[in-house]
């Protein structure tokens, strides 16, 4: 149950004037009998779990007492500053564990005890983030299948394992994200989160320093999981980084937290991210942008980074990302041509365009002999908005003799081979779309042509006849498809 929202500023004022809380100053003497070990660890151990409970029992009595009386929550919040001074004072992660331990009940956030503390009183923090990075470098965090796991959870396991020797980011991803859509998680070990939040709080060195020593994905995961998106996006524009698993996570993460509108911090804080993994491992870094191809910020991202990679880089990575009949991702690769557009010159950008068109040409044209195929829509791609650009760039000549033979591939489709009606109906399609991809750049060079002109009406009388009287279905598409030709 969370706390009450008790204004903390008015609480840290008011606890100058308050007492000790008795009952659980006697728990944390009791607590301070044990090592370290044991209270960081204490699930089996009979007696720390009992006075675990009883703190826990006396912090939610306190909340749920707290609109008619707030006098015991103010002296437990008293008591449980008196531990963090001592953590200060005494350099010592025992106490700090003690007062996390309490805090794990009480829900106040870290930066309301230190906004207090800079205020109120001076502390040193150097020998004690050294005491902390000493507690927790050696961190180890495991999971592991069963024995009596269905077997493709099993499958997943060794994919895992075989991802990390070959640093493949899709075998290693398939397990996390199964383990988050199964809504498992990964395992929580509250305290220790609680110290890896409170180092990142007192020295942000020492806390980078910690990230760089995970091993593996499903560390970064589990480490990096409850900071928030401002927090994230600090640790993302770290120039320290040197972790690949962890600059991974962090675009990952980045990516969710903005899938719907990046920001120039999110841009700029996934970039040094991007970056630093092409300086670790270029596979990887052509990996992840593949990985995270669904992401309208790592689009924008890759696009702003053309002006760091050489072309050959550039068009190595365009022509590995996917690229099929649907248009799921149009969106995230006008995010790509808008990060293009921001840093490339003119030629450069439209040496980029060329590539993308060639891309998509022979994706298209080898659907004409695909027998598994079939179409009766228009079929645009992710890459409908270069290809469109690519035929703006054309000389007025050039796009008017394509304008031309696609108009007439459709009136004379009927003097073509088809093996079946679905070829025919599919290669119609195809030939439409061609057409509706060349109308969007007729007119956007405004180009008057009394050749296509006739052609167009022709086009017209057969329309219904060739595509099977399914005009009405795609009615907005022919109407544009008239507009752009009439301009």
Request: proline residues 1%.
């Amino acid at each position: 149950m969370e706390l009450e929202r008790l204004n903390t500023k008015e609480c840290f004022k008011s606890i100058e004037t308050s007492v000790l809380h008795e009952e659980l100053e006697v728990l944390i003497k009791s607590l301070n009998r044990y090592k370290i070990e044991n209270i960081q660890f204490n699930t089996k151990n009979i007696k720390l779990r009992e006075i675990d409970d009883k703190i826990r029992a006396i912090v939610i009595r306190a909340k749920l007492n707290f609109n008619s009386n707030d006098s015991e929550i103010l002296q437990i919040l008293k008591s449980t500053i008196g531990v963090l001074l001592k953590v200060f004072e005494k350099s010592s992660t025992k106490y700090l564990s003690i007062f996390l331990s309490i805090n794990c009940y009480l829900e106040i956030d870290l930066k309301d005890y230190f906004d207090y503390l800079k205020k109120n009183r001076k502390f040193k923090k150097n020998k004690l983030s050294k005491n902390i990075y000493g507690l927790i470098k050696n961190f180890s965090f495991e999971i592991n299948t069963r024995s009596n796991s269905p077997y493709n959870e099993k499958e997943l396991f060794k994919e895992y394992n075989d991802g990390l020797k070959e640093l493949n980011i899709n075998k290693v991803y398939a397990l996390v994200e199964s383990i988050e859509r199964g809504g498992r998680g990964f395992y929580d070990y509250p305290l220790f989160k609680s110290l890896i939040h409170f180092l990142f709080r007192i020295d942000f060195t020492i806390f980078i320093r910690f990230l760089n020593r995970a091993k593996q994905p499903k560390e970064a995961v589990f480490i990096l999981q409850t900071f928030t998106v401002e927090e994230v996006l600090k640790i993302s524009s770290s120039k320290s980084l040197k972790n690949k698993w962890i600059l991974i996570e962090l675009i990952r993460l980045n990516s969710k937290n903005f899938k719907k509108d990046e920001t120039p911090k999110s841009i700029s804080s996934t970039l040094n991210c991007l970056r630093l993994i092409y300086k670790i491992n270029s596979e990887l870094h052509k990996q992840s942008i593949i990985y995270f191809h669904d992401s309208g910020l790592l689009n924008k991202v890759f696009g702003v980074q053309h002006k760091d990679l050489d072309s050959d880089i550039i068009n190595s990575i365009i022509n590995s990302l996917p690229i099929n009949q649907y248009n799921h991702f149009v969106n995230q690769r006008k995010k790509l041509k808008e990060g293009q557009v921001e840093v490339l010159d003119k030629k450069d950008y439209e040496d980029i365009i060329k590539v993308i068109f060639h891309k998509w040409l022979t994706f298209f044209e080898s659907l004409f002999s695909d027998k598994e195929f079939y179409l009766n829509d228009i079929l645009l791609t992710d890459y409908a908005d270069f290809v469109g650009h690519y035929y703006s760039l054309i000389t007025d000549k050039k796009l008017i003799q394509e304008v031309k033979e696609t108009v007439n591939q459709i009136i004379w489709i009927d003097s073509e081979w088809h093996y079946d009606k679905s070829a025919y109906i599919t290669k119609s399609y195809l030939y439409l779309s061609k057409l509706y991809i060349l109308s969007c750049a007729y007119t956007y060079k405004s180009i008057k042509s009394e050749e296509i002109d006739g052609l167009k009406l022709l086009f017209y009388k057969k329309k219904d006849i060739i595509f099977n009287n399914n005009v009405n279905n795609h009615k907005s598409v022919f109407s544009e498809i008239e507009n752009n030709f009439t301009n």
